[in-house]
């Protein structure tokens, strides 16, 4: 059996998949990419997402992610390239974006392994960086009960536009 | 001038090398990792 991809799941998926009214969708989705993918998150996200958590959700959420995702460690390697990362944002002509950390380290994982992006905001990844290459509508009830219909990406790292996106700006 | 292309080329490539360490990636804990088995196990608790 071929070995599955890794795939770097946002923060703001996940906190989406979490709220009780938008699980069930997620929960289809989720089982339709893991038949391809392994799904990992970065130390920053795990962050992210026990900051505005209460102690008994803190222990929930650290037990999911733990059991069922791989981690990525916040490296010396990992912060010093997300660093490069966001240089070229700032100085790139073509890269006029305000990105939060969080998606700048994440972007910085996905280009150094070359893997997928899944993500709620398309955004949050420069186009001229990363190209989509799947959608997935998400449909449920929101807590004021109206109908909402949302857009998951997938995005995956345009290698050869990054490379030239490096060399244009030296970062 | 050749030489020089050459050079602009490697350099190129070793702008984007980057490695991140096996060890720095921890694995999920459970035997059969499923995100979304787990999604419907905090609900279900």
């Known amino acids: 059996m071929p070995r599955k991809k890794l795939l770097l799941v946002d923060t703001n998926v996940i906190s989406h998949a979490l709220s009780p009214n938008q699980t069930e969708c997620y929960v289809n989705l989720f089982k339709k990419l893991e038949t391809d993918f392994r799904f990992i998150v970065t130390e920053f996200t795990k962050y992210e997402l026990l900051r505005s958590s209460d102690k008994e959700h ?24 997300s660093a490069r990362i966001y240089y070229l944002y700032k100085k790139h002509p073509k890269l006029e974006v305000r ?4 998606d700048v380290i994440n972007a910085a994982f996905s280009i150094a392994k070359n893997c ?3 993500t ?9 960086m990363f190209a989509e290459t799947d959608r997935f509508p998400v449909s449920y009830t929101s807590k004021k009960g109206k ?3 949302d857009t998951v990406y997938l995005l995956t790292p345009d290698m050869l536009q990054i490379k030239t996106c490096f060399e244009d700006c030296e970062a | ?4 292309k050459e050079k602009k080329t ?3 490539e070793a702008l984007m090398e980057i490695v991140i360490p096996i060890n720095t990636i921890q694995q999920p804990t459970s035997t059969s990792p499923s995100p979304s088995g787990g999604l419907i196990k905090i609900f279900t608790k």
């Open chain 1, 99 to 102: 990105i939060s950390d969080g």
């Open chain 1, 147 to 149: 109908a909402t219909n």
């Open chain 2, 1 to 4: 001038m050749v030489a020089l």
């Open chain 2, 10 to 12: 490697l350099n190129k």
């Open chain 1, 116 to 118: 997928a992006i899944l």
């Open chain 1, 120 to 128: 709620i905001d398309n955004t949050d990844f420069p186009r001229l």
């Open chain 1, 58 to 81: 803190r222990v929930s959420i650290e037990k999911y992610i733990t059991q069922n995702m791989a981690t990525v460690d916040l490296s010396s390697i990992l912060i010093g390239f």
